[in-house]
């Protein structure tokens, strides 16, 4: 069993959030903040077993803002 999952989240341009994990092959997405973290708990949930599931998910949010100068 891994200690920790760690998600990348960014702000989906069509509005809500996209999530992918690093080194799973998984990813969600949801309209709301509180929809996406629900959505990444059932993805752990239905990606492993019960005994190799993750005791912690980290969600690393990404933002990408450019300022003009």
Request: aromatic share 8%; hydrophobic share 45%; charged share 35%.
């Amino acid at each position: 069993m891994s200690k920790e999952i760690i998600f990348l989240i960014e702000e989906a341009e069509e509005g809500g959030y996209v999530a992918r994990a690093l080194g799973h092959s998984i990813f969600t997405e949801a309209e709301t903040w509180d929809d996406l973290k629900e959505a990444v708990l059932d993805a752990v949930r239905c990606h492993f077993e019960e005994q190799d599931k993750p005791a912690m998910i980290r969600l690393h949010v990404v933002r990408d803002e450019v300022l003009a100068t």
